[in-house]
């Protein structure tokens, strides 16, 4: 079993910005080999990819996050981290992490962003 603890999420102005971090833990020796992932859900919305790291550091973006959000991961912390500047009201959602390898998936359960004056 995995388990994925997100944090940092919290209430903040527009142009602000955040650090969400994930931490695994449980059956999760091998965390470097795991393709990370943040997504987020806003009321009446689906879930969306905002986004992903591979175990070999390549990065994709959604659109709407390209050049103001940044993934990274630490191995040694089993720890993935994102990295959020320019926060829009568009922002606001619910992240979750999600950890995949080998067609199995994992999830967090989700931390809140309210970006908001």
């Known amino acids: 079993q995995v388990q994925l603890v997100e944090s940092g999420g919290d209430l903040v102005q527009p142009g602000g910005s955040l650090r969400l971090s994930c931490a695994a833990s449980?059956?999760?020796?091998?965390?470097?080999?795991?393709?990370m992932g943040w997504y987020r859900q806003a009321p009446g919305k689906q879930r969306e990819l905002v986004a992903a790291?591979?175990?070999?550091?390549?990065?994709n973006y959604a659109d709407s996050v390209q050049d103001r959000f940044i993934i990274s991961r630490d191995n040694d912390k089993n720890t993935v981290y994102l990295q959020m500047n320019s926060l829009t009201p568009e922002d606001t959602a619910v992240y979750y992490c999600?950890?995949?390898?080998?067609?199995?998936?994992?999830w967090g359960q989700g931390t809140q962003v309210t970006v908001s004056s």
């Open positions: 449980g059956s999760i020796s091998s965390f470097r080999f795991y393709a």
């Open positions: 999600n950890a995949a390898r080998f067609g199995l998936e994992y």
């Open positions: 790291i591979t175990s070999t550091y390549r990065t």
